[in-house]
Every structure is written in C-alpha cells, then in structure tokens.
C-alpha cells in the first residue's frame, strides 16, 4: 500500500501493464518526454522506450484512426487525448469506426483499446478545458464508458479496462486528479467494469453520481446528515454497462432519487438514468426524480463555480425530493 | 507516369517485375469476371433482388493489377470499388453474393449494404462508408506490422498494408491525417488513390487544386507515382515496385488515373451532372479492351477463347448465384451480437424484448 492521487495511481497501472503486456504502446500528444501535460504518463518513456511511449504529431483524428489500426492488428493501444474537449477531430473514427467494427464484420474484427482523457471542469480551463462529453460515447453502441473518482478505483478500473475485449472510453476527472487521495496497492488488481460503490450508505435519498460529483454529493449528503437526512450516495463508476441493479436497489431502498452529473442537462446520461428508474422502480417512488446538473450553455470561464453543481445545489435537490 | 517526389528506392523500370503469360491471362480474366459480375450485379438491382450496387466498371484494372501485387499476407483496407481485391485472393463467390443479398449465409450477419465486403480470411478490412475512414486505420494497422517485427525480432519479411480510397478521399482530413502518419513514422504502407474523375457528381478539379493527387505525397516526405490505371501491365508494375518498398518500410502513393464509366451506385444517375461524350472518350481506353488487344497482338488470345470464357464466367456467376439467393435473413437474435464481445444487459432485455420472450420490458 502506498498513498497516491489519481495521476499517481493511473501512472501506476499503467506502467503494471506494460510490464505484464508487450504488446501494449502508449500514444497521444506529449505523453513521452513531458509525461502528459497532467504528468499522468511520467517516466514511462524512461522504462519503456519510444516504440511503445510515442509522441504523436498533433492529430486527435490520426491517434485515434491510427490506435484503430494498431488493435485490429493486436496492438494494444492506451491512447491519451489530452483534454476531452479535443476529442472531436476523432469522433467520427470514434463513434463509426471503433465502435462498429465488431458489429459490421460479423464479429471477424475488433480494436480493444482505451481512450484516456480528462474530462470536467473546476480547474478554471474555460471552455475547451472543462466540458464533460461522455453522454455522446454512452449513446454510442460498441463502446464502454468509465469515470472512476479515487485512486483506487482508478487503477484497477484501468486495468480492467486495457483488458477488456471492447473500446473503453476512460474519463479522468482532472478537477481532483491531484486532490483525490487514498491508498492504493502496488500489485495488480482490478475492479469489473460494469459495478457501481456505494459511497455512503443511507435510506431516504437515493444520489446517483460519479466523478469529480462524487465529492461534493459526498460534502452534501454530510450536511443533509446534519439535518438528520439520511442519504446514500452510489459512484456509478461505470456508466456503460450501467449497474442497473445497483442504481435500482438504492432507488427502491430510500424511493428518493437525485442524479448529479456536471454535463449539460438536456440529454445528459442523467435523462436516462431517471427514465430507468421510472421504467424499473417507478412504484418505489416517493417523489420525481430530480437532477442536479451543468446547465444548458457552453461551459463558463468565470462563473464556473456557478454552473457546475455545488453542495448547495445539490442540498436543494434533496430538499426538493424530501418534500414532494 | 510523372515521379512527383525526389528520386527513391521505387524500381519503376519495369523490367523487375514482367508477368508471365499465364498470370497475364489470369488478370485479363479476372477483369472480365468482374465486368460481368458488376453487369449481372446491376441487373439484379434493377429487378429489385439486391437493394443497391456500386460497380467499379472501368476501375478493374486498377482494382485488379495492384492486388495482384499484394502476398496472402498482406492486408486491404478497401473503399467502395474494390471488393473484387477479396475475389482475386481467393475468397469465394458465392458467399461474396450473400454479402449483397445480407443474407443468413453472409459472414458480415447482413449488417452492412451490398458492397461492404471484407473478411478476414483474405485480410480484407472492414469498410465504412464515410469516406477516407481507412486511411488513417490503415497507417496504424501497418505501424502494428512494423511494431511486430520490433517487437519478434523477426527477420523474415513482414507483411504490408494495401489502403484504397477514391480522389474524392484526398479532400478528407483523414487522408492528410493517415499520410502524415505514415510519413512520420515510416510505415509499411501504399496509399492507392483510385483517380476515377468523379465523386458522384463532383469533379476531380473541385476536389483540389493540385495537378496531381500523387504530388500530395511530397509534403509528407515520400515519394508519389501516377500512372495510366487503366493499363494493368503499368498497374501492376508500379504498385508492385511500391510494395517492395513498403516492405523494406516505407511508404509510396500512387495515384491510378482511370474513370467511373458508370453511375456512382444504382441510386446515382450520371446524366445529371457529365457530358456523355466525356464517357464516349474514356471508353476507348476501357482497360479490358486495351488488355484483350494486347493478348491477341501476342498471339495468346482470340474470338474463340473470348467465348469460352463469356460461357465459363457466366456459368460461375450462375452457380454462385444459385447457391447464394432466396436464402432467409439473418436470425433475429443476431441483430444483438457483436455489439460487444459479451452481451450485456440492456442488451439482453432488448433482444427479449424482440423476441417476445420477456413481456415485462418496455
């Protein structure tokens, strides 16, 4: 065991990879001599040379298009874009081409690789380093989706992920990258895709989150605790496959559900995990299932503490679904 | 032929790679199997038994001279027109027609339109429509090649990378993405650029303003060849002087001048947009044509082989036409395969769903 932030743990599992896999290369645009412009790939061009740590030219359409490529072939690809706000130029190849590549060849082809990048806002990135795009991938068929919120899960969500036999879209959240903290073992493990934590358990209301939301739900359901609100708050972890039963347990358990992500409200995944619970649970239900989300406008630069949900927001949102 | 990078290792002299009379007489009659298969192809579409078609009718010696040049080890990353690329490396007729049909004998599962064709018993990618996708994918599958070798330490020769795409492509980011890829990196890889003058309706003057398409090549610091792609014999030979040189690793693009002497696809109607007279022109230059005139000025070809192979060809496609049509869909369930390597439960619920065996799902 040792203590290690988000980076460190990341860096961490990565380099156990690369040791336990040949096969494997990381690739994206200042991963070798900088180590990442978050420093999460530091050293690894030290211990693994330049054929496997590669500076790419500046092209998040070539790395991902090129990273397709190399897993057809049995490469195992760990490609970092660098912000999730620079992933566009690659969506196409993301969403057509890597997603569907199993399913258009009748199961003959397919690239397992991992798309690391940061995602989310709080660092004063403005908008092109601070959005939070994963609803486009979680509606994406083919791919899996991971945003995991503390070191450990961190780690051994990414060695689960650079295992899998399927694309995994693997959101960092760079707001706690470093203030994330926790122990962390240095050999191998993993954690299954597919599996939410509860965080804090509790029986009246129900917040579904994950991310960097995992701290500030975890800061609101303290505060609700001191006005004797009992609240569990489940870390999706992975957003595809979701955790359904895990989402609906909570939900049937307290009949209380507020969803807290920093995307967008309109079409955020928390849309879909309130229809589910509406589908799944709606007897269950004590009052509507509420979100506590980014609002509908580009990310801000100044007020970002204002569009991103605060304990305070979210306090309303419990508030709202304890009075219904 | 114009060289539009400084001098390189491509041996362009023509004298390495001479075709025997007998692989000459395979070419010829692979292009006129494809003609035919193409002519029966649209014949069908119009009769409402497949549902679109897209021909490479004055494209096949292009298609066909320069994956002749390619080893069984070698892979394809095709565009729309070269599908026949599978049929030269032995991938069977039959089940090349129940891709069309996407039927329950097709290995794609019917998930893909006609003309989608890949397979990985010929190493021939998967292909998506939306254009210059592979050119990228086809740099990174031959930086996977060239990995390997570092990787095994291998000395025996490794494999290339044969990426296709049209000239329509080259205005696609992904084409300068995959070029530059390739170029930086030094990949076993040949870009081929089917310069067939029409990307549907739009000519090949709107898509750059470069003389040639081949010259592009030089801004990413390898070398690039245009040459008549309507002449197998020149096909052939450069194509296979830029596979040699993608096996020493390194990568070329040629540039094949040829045209679409038909419609785009069979949704397309090229009245609307070309002068017929355009067409008349490059129909003097059909590239079997001009191959059959040169078997029979070598005394090798005449009429009478002429008619045996029109018989022979039209048996096969009869035959394979037999076995592939009137076959059922895929299986229902099959529409939930493959989406991942396992199944998940949304998933799952869905397909009970279709079947009807899970009333409770909505």
């Given amino acids: ?324 | 032929m114009t060289i539009e990078a400084p001098p390189s290792d491509l041996d362009l002299s023509g004298e390495a790679y001479a075709l025997a009379s007998e692989e000459i007489l395979f070419l010829y009659e692979m292009m006129t199997l494809v003609r035919r298969l193409d002519e029966r192809m649209l014949g069908l579409q119009r009769q409402g038994r497949i549902g679109f078609y897209g021909a490479c009718t004055g494209q096949e010696a292009a298609v066909i001279g320069s994956a002749f040049a390619l080893k069984k080890k070698d892979w394809v990353f095709p565009g729309l027109r070269e599908g026949a690329a599978m049929l030269l490396r032995g991938f069977p007729l039959s089940l090349y027609l129940c891709q069309i049909f996407g039927n329950e004998g097709d290995l794609l599962k019917g998930r893909q339109m006609p003309c989608h064709y890949s397979d990985r018993s010929v190493n021939q990618v998967s292909w998506g429509s939306c254009v210059g996708t592979q050119i990228p994918q086809a740099a990174g599958a031959a930086w996977g090649m060239k990995f390997g070798k570092e990787l095994s330490h291998e000395s025996r020769e490794s494999p290339i990378v044969m990426c296709y795409f049209g000239e329509g492509a080259t205005s696609e980011a992904d084409f300068h993405v995959g070029a530059n890829f390739a170029g930086v990196f030094n990949l076993p890889v040949v870009f081929f650029c089917q310069n067939n003058q029409w990307s549907i309706s739009v000519s090949r003057d709107r898509q750059t303003a470069s003389p040639t398409i081949a010259q592009k090549a030089l801004a990413y610091g390898f070398p690039g060849v245009q040459m008549d792609g309507n002449d197998i014999f020149e096909v052939y030979r450069v194509t296979r002087a830029a596979v040699e040189r993608a096996r020493r690793g390194n990568p070329t693009l040629l540039e094949a001048l040829t045209y679409r002497m038909g419609a785009h696809t069979s949704s397309d109607d090229p009245r609307l947009y070309r002068d017929p007279q355009e067409a008349e022109e490059w129909a003097k230059r059909d590239p079997i044509s001009m191959c059959r005139k040169r078997l029979e000025s070598q005394g090798i070809w005449s009429q009478k082989e002429q008619d045996s192979l029109e018989t022979r060809i039209s048996d096969q496609i009869s035959r394979a036409l037999r076995k592939a049509e009137g076959r059922p869909s895929p299986p229902g369930k099959t529409l939930f395969q493959d989406v991942f390597a396992e199944m998940p439960w949304h998933l799952r619920e869905q397909m009970a769903l279709l079947e009807g065996t899970d009333n409770a799902c909505v």
Wanted: with cysteine; charged share 20%.
């Fill in chain 1, 1 to 324: 065991m040792a203590e290690m932030n988000l980076i460190g743990a990341l860096n961490n599992a990565i380099r156990l990879e690369m040791r336990r896999n040949p096969s494997t290369v990381v690739m994206g645009e200042d991963i070798a001599k900088l180590g990442g412009v978050f420093r999460v790939t530091t050293g690894l061009l030290d211990e693994f040379g330049p054929e496997r740590v590669i500076d790419t030219p500046l092209s998040e359409g070539g790395i991902i298009g090129t990273a397709i490529g190399l897993a057809l072939y049995g490469v195992r690809p760990i490609v970092e874009i660098q912000f999730s706000d620079f992933i566009y130029p690659g969506y196409d190849q993301i969403v057509n081409e890597l997603a569907k590549y199993r399913y258009r060849s009748g199961g003959q082809y397919s690239c397992p690789l991992v798309i690391r990048t940061p995602s989310g806002g709080g660092i004063k990135g403005g908008h092109y380093h601070s959005q939070s795009p994963e609803s486009y991938f979680i509606h994406t068929p083919g791919l899996k989706v991971v945003m995991p919120s503390d070191p450990y899960d961190a780690k051994g969500l990414f060695l689960s992920s650079v295992r899998d036999a399927d694309p995994v879209i693997f959101f960092e959240p760079k707001r706690i990258y470093r203030a994330a903290k926790g122990d962390v073992p240095e050999e191998d493990y993993t954690i299954p895709l597919g599996e939410a934590k509860v965080r804090r358990a509790g029986d009246q209301v129900t917040l579904l989150t994950y991310g960097a939301m995992v701290v500030e739900s975890l800061e609101a359901a303290e505060q609700a605790n001191q006005q004797g609100i009992e609240v569990e708050v489940v870390d999706l972890r992975t957003l595809l496959p979701l955790d359904i039963e895990a989402v609906l347990s909570s939900v049937k358990k307290t009949g209380r559900a507020v969803i807290v992500h920093e995307a967008p409200k309109t079409c955020g995944f928390g849309a879909e995990l309130s229809a589910l619970i509406m589908e799944k649970a709606f007897p269950y239900l004590e009052a509507p299932v509420t979100r506590v989300t980014g609002f509908d406008t580009p990310f801000p630069y100044a007020l970002e503490h204002d569009y991103l949900p605060s304990p305070a927001r979210i306090l309303k949102g419990i508030d709202y679904v304890m009075h219904y």
